[in-house]
């Protein structure tokens, strides 16, 4: 396991990697993480993050920087004055975005970014991103509205095959990007049934706590409610601890995969999870190898990870894979050629590449 140093307000992970065929100098990358300590879904990226850039040959450094917006900059900031790294990932938080691609493009530093919105810095071209960001080399992003309407749409389709009614009791996350982008899915789909109901929409700022205070005032409603939709795994976990969930009345549904959630919908405690978006720094990976091979290269390119969902019918192979977590058996450098034959954006099936690692 890396071990964590505390320097302040910042944790760095560095990860040391060595290979028989290492350049003179590896290319420095640092992923900046956006939590201030373990946070199990970005927990779950680290495995996958740490064995690319081992096969790509790439000396990286895992930092913890931060939810919060303005600390996550502040420790960009204080990583990239310590250390000359040449590329960063990071994942930009609402209202941080211009900020934190200036400070990078003023250190001239190559990034890749999560989830980014290349429209709230009112770039709408190609050609407006070289000429603004030019170091922005990709963006990643899976599209939540759409993951949101699949997992929805799945509820309501098990409820109605339960003969039992679509009231929906929904945990959400919080102000930002994905929790609005998830909602809005719900709705879509929850707008389009006159028989389903939201009888409840309940911000928990991702926290435990609060979603359990959440249930607790809306204790009445549970009694006339069969769905219950939750906007992250944790949340769900929850839901399973405070309410008592008969699979063939209650029907409740969630994003990401991480294991515990998934043993769950195997105890059919959780009917389906869709997610796979934890497999992001891979692309970054690529991209990064992609550009040093293209050492001129200007391109910038938007890649999507089409979102898999695990129900009873798959859980079982999938937590399996998952739990073992044997990337090292992939060769993830021949596996990413088609994806650099792609001249502009690909759509990159997360379950196709789970379902390549080994089960033991």
């Not at 960009?76 to 990078?104: C, E, H, M, S, W």
């Not at 969930?245 to 515990?260: A, Q």
Request: glycine share 4%.
């Amino acid at each position: 396991m890396p071990m964590y140093s505390l320097c302040k307000a910042l944790i760095v992970i560095i990860l040391p990697f060595t290979s028989l065929f290492a350049l003179a100098e590896k290319v420095k990358v640092a992923y900046f993480i956006p939590a201030a300590e373990s946070q199990v879904f970005w927990d779950s990226t680290i495995p996958i993050a740490k064995e690319s850039a081992k096969q790509f040959e790439i000396d990286l450094s895992i930092i913890l920087a931060g939810y919060d917006r303005f600390n996550y900059i502040e420790n960009v900031n204080k990583a990239v004055n310590l250390t000359q790294f040449d590329y960063a990932i990071v994942r930009p938080l609402g209202g941080n975005t211009k900020k934190l691609f200036d400070l990078l493009e003023s250190k001239n530093i190559r990034y890749i970014s999560f989830e980014a919105e290349p429209k709230e810095l009112g770039l709408n071209s190609l050609e407006s991103i070289r000429k603004s960001y030019p170091n922005w080399r990709q963006n990643i992003y899976y599209d939540n509205i759409e993951a949101s309407e699949s997992i929805t749409q799945y509820a309501i389709n098990r409820a109605k095959k339960l003969d039992v009614n679509c009231n929906i009791i929904a945990l959400s996350g919080s102000w930002d990007n994905v929790t609005q982008a998830r909602e809005l899915g719900l709705k879509n789909i929850v707008n389009l049934d006159p028989e389903c109901e939201i009888k409840s929409l309940a911000k928990t700022h991702w926290e435990v706590s609060r979603t359990e205070q959440q249930l607790s005032l809306n204790s009445l409603k549970q009694a006339e409610t069969s769905i219950y939709w939750t906007a992250g795994s944790e949340l769900a976990i929850a839901v399973t601890n405070k309410v008592m969930i008969d699979e063939e009345k209650t029907v409740l549904v969630t994003f990401d995969f991480i294991t515990d959630a998934l043993e769950l919908v195997e105890n059919k405690k959780i009917a389906a999870s869709i997610g796979g978006h934890f497999i992001f720094p891979y692309l970054a990976m690529i991209q990064i190898n992609q550009d040093l091979i293209k050492k001129d290269s200007m391109d910038f390119r938007e890649d999507k990870i089409k979102l898999g969902l695990v129900d009873l019918k798959n859980v079982g192979v999938v937590l399996q894979k998952l739990k073992a977590s044997q990337w090292d058996k992939i060769d993830l450098v021949s596996y990413s050629q088609y994806l650099r034959q792609t001249n502009n954006n690909a759509t990159f099936d997360a379950l196709k590449l789970i379902n390549k690692l080994p089960l033991n």
